[in-house]
């Protein structure tokens, strides 16, 4: 039997296991039948919360994609995390550094439901010059290469709500450089971008942290703010120096155990 609480931070919906005051240990292939909407609980992301890996660390956090893989980050998922710990008893109500695959990342809880995360400016990175000419070839022009912890492909369109998000995420996928890169699209308006993700591992998602993160970065330099609205809700995110910090919702959605199989 496996203990877990299904939660989500703005719409991106996760299972919570924590390895803390038991352990707690899946395969694959259990992460697979877990992650079926049909027949097993469904989740964008599977979370798990560990003893910290360096002392400086309060815990050390690991992302499972439905098809089994590992993602570096999910910066939803950290303020899911946080929520969990601060309500089970399991942190002091404070800020919590957290180590990831990736990077670490700070996290801080405020008066309400919403969940703080400040982290480190993204990176920006030239694509190689055969996967520049092919994403040309399919008609995106303008478009940046992004590192939040993870890597993004944000892809600058007007026509958000029509483009064929996942077509273009399937062609790209075939290519190793694409494998395990997230794809947005996004649209600005004033001091807002709406955005449409698909997950490498996941496939398109109400929301995404890090793609939120990604695309805010190089569209907030000269605003002190942005709000990022993709269909499960919005965020807040505004720079702060050398740094963003993003703020967003850690909801609970139910508790239960899933019989292993």
């Not at 303020?79 to 700070?106: H, Q």
């Not at 807002?192 to 805010?216: Q, Y």
């Not at 942005?226 to 269909?231: D, E, Q, T």
């Not at 499960?232 to 909801?251: H, Q, T």
Request: aromatic share 8%.
């Amino acid at each position: 039997m496996l203990k877990f609480k299904k939660m989500h931070g703005n719409g991106n919906d996760f299972i919570v296991i924590e390895n803390l005051t038991r352990t707690q240990h899946l395969t694959k292939s259990q992460i697979i039948k877990i992650g079926d909407r049909k027949k097993g609980l469904g989740f964008d992301q599977l979370l798990t919360i560990n003893p910290p890996k360096k002392p400086d660390h309060d815990f050390y956090i690991r992302f499972f994609n439905t098809d089994g893989s590992e993602a570096s980050m999910c910066m939803n998922g950290v303020r899911s995390v946080g929520a969990f710990l601060w309500d089970a008893g399991l942190a002091p109500r404070k800020s919590l550094l957290l180590g990831t695959k990736s990077k670490p990342i700070l996290i801080e809880p405020t008066k309400t439901k919403k969940v703080k995360v400040l982290l480190e400016q993204p990176i920006e990175f030239e694509l190689p010059k055969a996967e520049s000419s092919f994403l040309e070839k399919h008609g995106v022009k303008h478009y940046k290469l992004i590192n939040a912890g993870n890597r993004h492909l944000v892809i600058a369109t007007k026509k958000i709500s029509s483009f064929d998000l996942d077509g273009l995420s399937l062609k790209l996928r075939k290519r190793l450089f694409f494998k395990d890169v997230n794809i947005s699209l996004f649209n600005k308006k004033d001091k807002a971008l709406e955005l449409r993700t698909n997950e490498a591992g996941a496939g398109e998602t109400l929301s995404c942290g890090s793609a939120s993160a990604a695309a805010a970065s190089f569209n907030i330099k000269h605003l002190g703010s942005l709000k990022i609205i993709s269909a499960g809700g919005e965020l807040s995110i505004r720079r702060i120096n050398d740094k963003l910090e993003m703020v967003g919702p850690a909801e609970f959605i139910c508790e239960g155990v899933w019989q292993r199989n």
